[in-house]
Each structure stands twice: as C-alpha cells, then as structure tokens.
C-alpha cells in the first residue's frame, strides 16, 4: 500500500504565502523506484476537484491557467516528495489540496490538506 502524506496547509491572508509538501511511501511499483508522476489537486466546496499542477519525472510540469505564475511545483529534496509553493493567495484558492502520484500499477492520493486564504 502506497501513502502521501501531505503538509503544510493553513490559513493565510489575501497576497500570503504557504508550501505544501508531499511524501510518499510504501509499495510503490516497482519496489525502489521513483514516482514518473506527482502533483497536486485541489477541491473547493460545491465544486469538483481540479488539477493544479503536475510534475513528470523528466521534469516537465503542467500548471493550471489559474495559478500560473503564482504556484511553483518541485521535486522535493528526498526521493518520492513534490511540493507547491503557492504565492499571491487569492480567497478563490481555498480549497482542500491533494497530493497526487501515479507509479506503473496505478494512481495514489492523499488524504489532503485545507488551505484557507481570508480576504
């Protein structure tokens, strides 16, 4: 079984600034290996969760047109982490964001973290 551990949420005002992080462990397949993909979703209430950004293992990312600019993705330091450094928070922001990572067998999620900005 294969977890992502996301950290990092909280409450921060309008123009603030938070970083996510996402690790990951377990039975990745193959045994030993590197995630090809992780990234980050993210669920508003009432809505339906949305992509925010993705990172390939060749280090091509696909941003969300709504965070351009202000959300940068990165492999973290340690094998198997990504993290979101989210600048210029808007309110529309809010949301719960996932951590997201696919290895040959299937995709994985994590349980997610609440991002709150005030206005």
């Known amino acids: 079984q294969v977890q992502l551990v996301e950290s990092g949420g909280g409450l921060v005002q309008r123009g603030g600034s938070l970083r996510l992080s996402c690790a990951g462990s377990?039975?990745?397949?193959?045994?030993?290996?590197?995630?090809?993909?992780m990234g980050w979703y993210r669920q508003a209430p009432g809505k339906q969760r949305e992509l925010v950004a993705t990172l390939r293992y060749d280090g091509t990312t696909n941003i969300a047109a709504s965070v351009k600019g202000r959300f940068t993705i990165s492999r973290g330091n340690a094998k198997n982490t990504v993290t979101l450094q989210m600048n210029s928070l808007k309110p529309e922001d809010t949301a719960v964001y996932y951590c997201?990572?696919?290895?040959?067998?299937?995709?994985?999620w994590g349980q997610g973290t609440q991002v709150t900005v005030s206005s």
């Open positions: 997201h990572a696919v290895d040959l067998r299937t995709d994985h």
């Open positions: 377990g039975s990745i397949f193959p045994p030993g290996s590197t995630f090809p993909l």
